[in-house]
């Protein structure tokens, strides 16, 4: 897992080549002008989904991870809350959706940490890491982001 800022390009030497190229559209495309919807970045092994959302309870969001996919989970407006933990022996799978979709749900795990995002900020998510996305802060709101999505192959 890597948090961190758009704004600060000089980090993004030690990521992955992918997570860079994908962390590069981010910061130079102009989400405000654009629809909720899918974007091709490079075919299907980087692809963005603009969204609007709801935040809701801790409870009421499931943890997840992918397989095929490394997750860059970018706030464009509001706040958010992700719980994280690494998948391991301990975790435990409550629903796998694989092959048709590159999600496996899990239980909420027992060293689940705690990240909370305003705008300008991205978390990478890779294979190992469960999450858990659009979690409230204090109440739940509206709020706009980007998920790229980034063929784990790649990095």
Same mark, same amino acid.
């Given at each position: 897992?890597?948090?961190? @800022?758009? @704004?600060? %390009?000089?980090?993004?030497? +030690?990521?992955?080549?992918?997570?860079?190229?994908?962390?590069?559209?981010?910061?130079?495309?102009?989400?405000?002008?654009?629809?909720?919807?899918?974007?091709?970045?490079?075919?299907?092994?980087?692809?963005?989904?603009?969204?609007?959302?709801?935040?809701?309870?801790?409870? @009421?969001? %499931?943890?997840? /991870?992918?397989?095929?996919?490394?997750?860059?989970?970018?706030?464009?407006?509001?706040?958010?809350?992700?719980?994280? +933990?690494?998948? @391991?022996?301990?975790?435990?799978?409550?629903?796998?959706?694989?092959?048709?979709?590159?999600?496996?749900?899990?239980?909420?795990?027992?060293?689940?940490?705690?990240?909370?995002?305003?705008?300008?900020?991205?978390?990478?998510?890779?294979?190992?890491?469960?999450?858990?996305?659009?979690?409230?802060?204090?109440?739940?709101?509206?709020?706009?982001?980007?998920?790229?999505?980034? %063929? /784990?192959?790649?990095?």
């Amino acid at each position: 897992m890597i948090r961190g @800022n758009i @704004n600060r %390009r000089e980090d993004w030497a +030690a990521y992955p080549e992918a997570v860079q190229r994908a962390l590069a559209y981010l910061g130079d495309t102009d989400f405000s002008t654009l629809e909720p919807g899918t974007y091709e970045v490079e075919g299907k092994d980087i692809y963005a989904m603009l969204q609007t959302m709801q935040t809701d309870l801790l409870e @009421n969001r %499931r943890p997840e /991870a992918h397989v095929v996919y490394i997750d860059i989970q970018y706030l464009l407006e509001g706040e958010e809350r992700m719980g994280w +933990a690494e998948v @391991n022996g301990d975790a435990v799978v409550t629903e796998d959706k694989r092959p048709d979709k590159d999600m496996v749900y899990y239980q909420a795990p027992a060293q689940e940490a705690f990240i909370d995002l305003v705008p300008g900020e991205f978390v990478v998510f890779f294979p190992s890491d469960i999450h858990r996305p659009g979690c409230c802060v204090s109440e739940p709101m509206p709020i706009r982001k980007v998920v790229v999505k980034i %063929r /784990a192959a790649l990095a």
